[in-house]
């Protein structure tokens, strides 16, 4: 009788681990599209600083009272921060589970291993959302705690915004321009990313994801690097 070993049997695709695998890719499809939308809110509201200093500084008041009389003062803020924190911490952690996955599964080095095409986002999503995360850490301490901010006066949004990214602290506008066009660049492959996992795959379907998602990315960066420059130039004092 043989002794030898028959080869073991190859997964069945709808294994746990891999129906474990598109959930998680669906968990960050969804939680970078709340990502995204905020976003754009956040952008939206940023642009009434070109109406005035006390347009903005009513805007930040107006975002403490939202959902008043129903939820006390603030509240709403803290529900979004909590919101987008689970959102940001729950997405890393899927991103790193789903990164470990793919180079367990080729676990082979090749000497000669030929260059993957892709996209410069798509190379780049790794230290760009490390990028992400720390000029996230920063814009809170400036311009939410004000402890790194120079003026960081309580509800003085105007005033925080102009001498934060005053002509003398170009520093902290360059700072801020390489950020957002790491967000930019995250964000493009991300929505083509998160089109793909939610159902999209026909070729057609293809040309529109990756154009939806240039369009958005360049919208996004074009309208949150306007108002640092504004101030640099002196649009905003």
Do not use: C
Not at 49 to 64: C, K, P, Q, T, V
Not at 155 to 172: H, I
């Amino acid at each position: 009788m043989s002794t030898r070993k028959a080869p073991a049997a190859t997964p069945a695709p709808g294994r746990p681990g891999r129906r474990s695998s598109v959930a998680l890719k669906i968990f960050m499809a969804l939680t970078g599209i709340l990502l995204i939308g905020f976003l754009y809110l956040h952008m939206i509201g940023n642009l009434k600083i070109f109406f005035g200093a006390e347009a903005f500084d009513h805007y930040a008041a107006w975002l403490r009272t939202i959902g008043t009389p129903l939820l006390p003062h603030e509240w709403y803020l803290w529900i979004q921060r909590g919101v987008l924190t689970v959102a940001v911490v729950g997405h890393i952690v899927a991103a790193t589970i789903l990164a470990r996955r793919a180079r367990q599964a080729r676990p082979v080095k090749y000497a000669h291993r030929p260059k993957v095409q892709g996209s410069y986002a798509a190379r780049t999503m790794r230290w760009g959302g490390v990028i992400v995360l720390l000029f996230v850490i920063y814009h809170i301490l400036d311009l939410t705690t004000g402890t790194l901010n120079p003026n960081g006066v309580h509800l003085e949004a105007y005033k925080n915004v102009s001498t934060d990214f005053a002509p003398g602290r170009w520093y902290v506008t360059l700072f801020y321009t390489l950020s957002i066009v790491a967000v930019g660049f995250h964000m493009r492959h991300g929505i083509w990313s998160a089109l793909r996992t939610l159902g999209q795959q026909s070729p057609r379907g293809e040309v529109i994801a990756r154009a939806t998602a240039l369009v958005l990315s360049w919208v996004l960066v074009l309208g949150f690097l306007v108002v640092p420059f504004a101030v640099l130039v002196g649009l905003v004092d």
